[in-house]
């Protein structure tokens, strides 16, 4: 489940009963990032975390290192990366401080940088794994090629991918391919796309489609977008973010859809506007 900027506008309270209902309904990773809601989302769950009463141990926290944004917590000029290994370790001991806990099950490189120093970044990233203070290391935004640069210096367990019916790049560029062979998850973020956000070809096509098989599959529009992402061999993982509780439960069970390979293929037809080659 995805923490982002709208946690800047819930109460601990909110924040708090949000957590309980999610585990409750079965998520049990929450997707964090240092950036998020001005620097501030992490403090805000972290407060929420420790009024819920929620065992550590039943879930896994996520977060993220390396976008500098400007804003009233830094106030910066411009927006760039920063991937040094002070501001590595400064960036994971903050999240930990914030979230009020002692480890991160994973902690993820927000996104490549022009400039980026690979034995640097591995060799800081080895040392918070050998201290403990995080489980696993992943990329996010990462295509084949740059993670391949940090092989056999570092261990990447996951990879967070923008991936949907709307943007298919992953599908076809070879990052999920390369991927499945590394054994490395592929999470998505926006995974239902530009699908509610933009009236287009592309859109009017997809929409015929699920109008089609929500009915044979007696679910949402949502879910047969969720579904047809999961289907998917690579097991990707889609990153939801909500703070409506009926529309939580909605995409938690969208996993218990089984699309049938073709009715897969004919949603892909519709997204591409044309048959495959």
């Not at 924040?15 to 309980?20: A, F, K, N, Q, Y």
């Not at 929420?48 to 290192?65: N, P, T």
């Not at 949502?222 to 999961?230: A, E, G």
Request: aromatic content about 10%; some cysteine; glycine content about 6%.
């Amino acid at each position: 489940m995805n923490w982002g900027i709208w946690g800047n506008n819930l109460s601990t309270k909110q924040v708090s009963e949000l957590i309980e209902n999610s585990v409750e309904f079965g998520v049990d990773t929450f997707d964090h990032a240092d950036i998020y809601g001005g620097y501030t989302t992490e403090e805000l769950f972290g407060k929420g975390l420790i009024e819920s009463k929620i065992d550590r141990e039943k879930i896994k926290l996520i977060s993220k290192f390396g976008i500098m944004y400007p804003s009233d917590k830094l106030p910066i000029k411009i927006k760039h990366y920063d991937y040094s290994k002070d501001h590595i370790i400064k960036s994971v001991e903050n999240s930990l401080i914030n979230l009020k806990t002692d480890y991160l099950d994973c902690v993820l490189m927000h996104r490549p940088s022009p400039f980026m120093d690979i034995n640097e970044i591995s060799d800081t990233v080895n040392q918070l794994l050998e201290s403990g203070k995080i489980k696993s290391f992943g990329v996010s935004n990462f295509s084949a090629q740059q993670i391949q640069v940090f092989e056999n210096k570092v261990k990447i367990d996951c990879n967070q991918i923008q991936c949907s019916l709307t943007h298919l790049d992953p599908i076809y560029d070879g990052t999920l391919d390369y991927m499945q062979s590394k054994d490395i998850k592929p999470m998505a973020w926006k995974p239902l796309g530009e699908f509610y956000l933009k009236k287009n070809d592309q859109n009017n096509r997809i929409r015929e489609k699920l109008l089609k098989f929500k009915k044979k599959y007696n679910c949402s529009e949502s879910q047969i977008l969720l579904s047809w992402l999961i289907k998917h061999p690579s097991n990707i993982i889609p990153v939801v973010g909500t703070t409506k509780i009926d529309r939580l439960k909605e995409s938690i069970d969208s996993s218990s859809i089984n699309l049938e390979l073709i009715d897969w293929f004919e949603i892909l037809e519709a997204s591409v506007g044309k048959r495959v080659p």
